[in-house]
Structure formats: C-alpha cells, structure tokens
C-alpha cells in the first residue's frame, strides 16, 4: 500500500510539475524512483519513459486548447527525438547504473545553472496575420 502511494505521490508531484514547467519525467520521476521507490536507475529511468507518454498527452490536448504550442518546433523537435532516443534507449542496458545517474545529475545541473545565468527567454509571439507570400506579379510601375 505504501509503494502505491508514494507512487501516486510522485505521479501529482510530476502531473502538477508537468503541466506548470514543462517538466516532471525525468526531472522529478526518475530520481524518486530511485530515493523513494528504490527503483535502479534503469528500470526508473525506463518507467519514467512509460509514464511520460500519457502525462504529455493530457497535457499538450490543454496546451493545444490553449493555443501555446508552436508546431514547426513541436514537429521537427519530435521527429529528431522519437527516432534518437528509439535507438539511444536500446544502449541503456549496456550502462551501469551508477554511470547512468552520474550522467543524469551533469545534465540536471548543467541546464540548472544555465537556466539560472541566462536571461529570460523571449515569448514566442505569434503574427497577428499570417505571413504573405511575395506575389508573381511584376510591378506595374516600372
């Protein structure tokens, strides 16, 4: 009963974090299922995956409700991410599972310290009219 509600735990914490900051699988999943559940590093980074998928799905139907998410970025960022990490997944087993964590904690702190240093990101704004395209016309003044 304990394991199922601290896994409920970790899945609000994620849900809530999810939804707010755009993150929650590996930022918040994957380390507390190795300090609270006990998990190894490569089954909670494997089960993290697992939950991602329908956290990001509820998420992204109120974001696309919303109208905040810019599909070129969204299209292309996917494409290169589904088709890297399908194969980058497949040599996770060939790690240990402490090289895996060291490797997760560098990359945690690394764009920690970026995200505090950098200014704040620019908005994304989005035309208030599509963009037109140049016309095939010649002008008629010259």
């Known amino acids: ?10 899945g609000i914490t994620a849900g809530v974090l999810a939804a ?16 609270l559940l006990g998990l190894d590093q490569k089954h909670a980074l ?7 998928v329908p956290t990001a799905i509820a998420a992204t139907a109120q974001h696309v409700k919303n109208d905040l998410i810019d599909w070129r970025v969204a299209i ?13 997944a497949d040599t996770v087993k060939q790690f240990r599972n402490e090289t895996l964590t060291r490797i997760f904690a560098v990359v945690i702190i690394l764009f920690g310290v970026m995200m505090l ?5 620019k908005s994304a704004q989005k035309p208030s009219q599509p963009p037109t395209l140049p016309s095939n016309s010649t002008d008629e003044t010259s």
Do not use: E, K, Q, W
Request: proline share 4%; with cysteine; charged share 0%.
């Open 46 to 52: 494997a089960t993290s995956m697992a939950v991602i």
């Open 117 to 121: 240093v950098t200014p704040t990101t």
């Open 76 to 88: 292309a960022t996917a494409i290169a991410a589904t088709l890297t990490s399908y194969f980058v």
């Open 20 to 35: 707010l900051c755009g993150v929650g699988g590996g930022v918040i999943m994957v380390p507390a299922f190795g300090l």
């Open 1 to 10: 009963m304990n394991f199922l509600l601290v896994s409920l735990g970790i």
